[in-house]
């Protein structure tokens, strides 16, 4: 016999946390959160090495459009300098042997003069010719040469969102831009080459923070602790879908019996469970590694937070500097730790355990657009030999990008495979989401979250859990899910109207 429930929610990343958290508020008892890892927080959970290094699933951090979710978060970690630490996003792009900060649209005056040219002569084309083009951009290559022009387009776009993406900007659409990817405005790009004037600070998350331990999976871990224990069930894989009997059915042979299913299972393998084969090949998605290494030493890069590289002298699209995040993200300096291999991947000189301080490197690589360099590879020298390709790859990368020397010396290597990554924006996307969710909704099936809806503009955290709230609100009551019908209104404001504690 199948177990009854009213709602069961499947995943305890921040969808599935945000659902179970609007119910709990709302005075339900009829729900059950059930996930296959051992315990909260999906893709925005921490990883710790054995050497005690903390590497998230990629560059997460936090800021928000909501005060819902903030409220939630300081309840859940507390709030002040004791459980965050507040940064400013200090971020370049690696190119051209050189340091030009982000948004490079807005920093071309760091380029050498050659490009600089072609930059901006680029700039006043598009500018001409998007006065006289007729109607919306067709691809999200078309509102690159729109809004950038063939030279901002060649140099950093185009490879940059190919390395990401792993399929071509013509194939992609562009409602999803929003506040992802800065605009330029010509007049202040040419006076900042002339001024030669660096020009940051772009963005929603201009500002962000951080908690001063446990990493991004401590605030998932945090909401997960105000919910009923006796409601949350962990090592629970679901394995099937029964939508006309609406059943959902464990990898042990237990079986759950549902009113509503807010699944945030990607949306492709459900669909693929329920025979719309077709559907899921309609909708792409990337896979990432997440590579990291702790670092014997001082930092060497100030205050840097996450780092651009389109050029094909590394396998990584991103780098985030750990390690400035939060101190606790790296042992304690005294830690004694043993040298695995320097920065070149050679043996070390000596494995006798030393002290600190430590530093961290976090790299992002999706795995569809991953080649081997075509430089002769390193061993990985000591007890570190027995990496992937992908690690060692990374490591080159590393000293080629001169994020590393090649004396450094590592004292812990992690990584990690995703095999949904990224909800990849393609043409087709919007099509499928049209038919494919009111489809799943006929049968008591709500497919959200960053994967279970696909839609990338609405799938950071603060999305995320949203998107779990929210459904929750239409389940009971039949409220409008505004983060998932109307991206560019939620992303535009803080949104005000909804709260977890009322002021």
């Not at 792993?166 to 001024?195: F, H, K, S, Y």
């Not at 602790?225 to 679901?238: H, I, N, T």
């Not at 094909?312 to 500097?321: A, K």
Request: with cysteine.
């Amino acid at each position: 016999m199948a177990e009854k429930v009213g709602v069961l929610i499947v995943g305890a990343g921040p969808t599935g946390l945000g659902a179970a958290t609007r119910l709990n508020q709302l005075g339900n008892k009829d729900w059950l959160l059930i996930d296959a890892a051992p315990e909260a927080g999906g893709l925005a959970c921490t990883d710790v090495t054995k050497e005690g290094f903390l590497f998230d699933m990629g560059g997460h951090v936090i800021f928000s459009h909501w005060d819902y979710f903030d409220q939630l978060l300081d309840t859940a970690l507390g709030s002040g300098p004791d459980a965050w630490n507040t940064l400013q996003r200090v971020s370049y792009v690696w190119i051209r042997d050189r340091w030009v900060a982000y948004p490079f649209q807005n920093n071309i005056s760091a380029l050498p003069k050659e490009d600089q040219i072609k930059c901006l002569t680029g700039l006043v084309e598009a500018k001409v010719a998007n006065t006289a083009a007729q109607g919306r951009p067709k691809n999200f290559d078309e509102w690159i040469l729109r809004v950038m022009g063939p030279g901002i387009a060649d140099l950093f776009m185009r490879p940059y969102n190919f390395k990401v993406w792993a399929i071509p900007t013509p194939l992609m659409q562009c409602n999803w831009l929003g506040e992802r990817v800065a605009t330029v405005d010509v007049d202040r790009a040419i006076t900042n080459v002339i001024n030669n004037k660096e020009d940051a600070g772009w963005g929603p998350n201009a500002v962000f923070r951080f908690p001063t331990s446990g990493g991004t999976g401590a605030i998932w871990k945090g909401v997960a602790k105000l919910l009923p224990e006796e409601r949350q069930r962990y090592g629970q894989k679901v394995v099937s879908i029964d939508k006309d009997a609406k059943i959902v059915t464990l990898d042990n042979g237990h079986k759950y019996q549902y009113d509503a299913l807010l699944s945030t299972i990607p949306l492709d393998i459900t669909l693929t469970w329920l025979g719309k084969e077709e559907w899921a090949k309609g909708l792409q998605h990337s896979s990432s590694h997440i590579i990291g290494f702790g670092i014997r030493g001082q930092c060497p890069h100030g205050t840097k937070c996450w780092l651009y590289f389109p050029e094909d002298n590394c396998p990584f699209y991103r780098c985030t500097v750990f390690s400035n995040y939060a101190k606790l993200n790296c042992p304690a300096d005294d830690a004694k730790l043993p040298t695995l291999c320097l920065g070149d991947g050679s043996g070390p000189a000596s494995s006798e355990p030393k002290e600190g301080p430590y530093w961290s490197l976090m790299f992002e690589v999706s795995e569809s657009n991953y080649k081997p360099l075509n430089q002769e590879p390193v061993t990985l020298g000591g007890t570190a030999g027995t990496w992937s390709d992908v690690v060692r790859d990374t490591l080159v990368g590393a000293i080629n990008t001169q994020l590393m020397q090649a004396g450094d010396e590592v004292v812990s290597i992690y990584h990690r495979r995703i095999e949904h990554g990224y909800p990849t924006p393609s043409l087709g996307r919007d099509e499928i989401l049209e038919k494919a969710l009111p489809w799943l909704q006929q049968f008591g099936i709500w497919s959200r979250g960053r994967f279970g809806s696909y839609k990338y503009e609405v799938a950071n955290q603060d999305h995320s859990l949203m998107l779990g709230v929210e459904c929750v609100d239409n389940i009971l009551f039949g409220t409008k899910e505004l983060t998932l019908s109307f991206p560019d209104i939620v992303n535009a404001k803080k949104n005000t109207e909804l709260l977890y504690k009322k002021k």
